[in-house]
T-cell receptor, first 112, second 119 residues
Framework: DAKTTQPTSMDCAEGRAANLPCNHS???????VYWYRQIHSQGPQYIIH???NNETNEMASLIITEDRKSSTLILPHATLRDTAVYYC?????????????FGSGTRLSIRP | DSGVTQTPKHLITATGQRVTLRCSPR?????VYWYQQSLDQGLQFLIQ???????AKGNILERFSAQQFPDLHSELNLSSLELGDSALYFC??????????????????FGPGTRLTVL
């Protein structure tokens, strides 16, 4: 799986959009970009994933650059409950052994 | 709620003991993964089972073992426990239809974890 680079920490004001960047310059054609988050000692929570196109669901939007070397997770209206560590992960889709390799992630703090 | 359940929620035991952690995957999911999260280590993949068979191994110690039963629930057995085994242990599940195209996403859903404290 390709490596990802994320800022160690970020903060955002409550009610504003939180934009979390991720670089994955060595991504290959069959690798997906996944985002998970972990709220203090809870199990990691799946947020969104994408291959080439931008994606949106009820939690967030994922913007992937045309060359696929970077992406941005957007939480449109951040709340205090969005305070968490956010992990950007690049991995092959279905395979015989599709473990997730978690990096250090971005610690997002939402300020009131 | 991810649909993945883990028991017990908390476990306190002594060094040298053996414990069993249990995981029930989401309904219909065939793959189960175990992860360990220590304070100083982050989330580490331990082992994966698919439909009862071991499929991948990560940084799992020889003192640890796992299995997946015909009803697809899984157990992680930790023996000869040491202080350093204190950690959060997470289970995840995914549909993982083996042989599917590699261009199809395979999302993992995590349980709430078991907090193991070894005294």
């Amino acid at each position: 799986d390709a490596k990802t680079t994320q800022p160690t920490s970020m903060d955002c004001a409550e009610g504003r959009a939180a934009n979390l960047p991720c670089n994955h310059s060595t991504i290959s054609g069959n690798e997906y970009v996944y985002w998970y988050r972990q709220i203090h000692s809870q199990g990691p929570q799946y947020i969104i994933h994408g291959l080439k196109n931008n994606e949106t669901n009820e939690m967030a939007s994922l913007i992937i650059t045309e060359d696929r070397k970077s992406s941005t997770l957007i939480l449109p209206h951040a709340t205090l409950r969005d305070t968490a560590v956010y992990y950007c992960i690049v991995r092959v889709g279905r395979s015989s052994a599709s473990k997730i390799i978690f990096g250090s992630g971005t610690r997002l703090s939402i300020r009131p | 709620d991810s649909g993945v359940t883990q028991t017990p929620k908390h476990l306190i035991t002594a060094t040298g003991q053996r414990v069993t952690l249990r995981c029930s995957p989401r309904s219909g999911d065939l793959s189960v993964y175990w992860y360990q999260q220590s304070l100083d280590q982050g989330l580490q993949f331990l082992i994966q089972y698919y439909n009862g068979e071991e499929r991948a191994k990560g940084n799992i110690l020889e003192r640890f073992s796992a299995q997946q039963f015909p009803d697809l629930h899984s157990e992680l057995n930790l023996s000869s426990l040491e202080l350093g085994d204190s950690a959060l242990y997470f289970c995840a599940s995914s549909p993982h239809l083996a042989g599917g195209p590699r261009t199809t996403a395979d999302t993992q859903y995590f349980g709430p974890g078991t907090r193991l404290t070894v005294l």
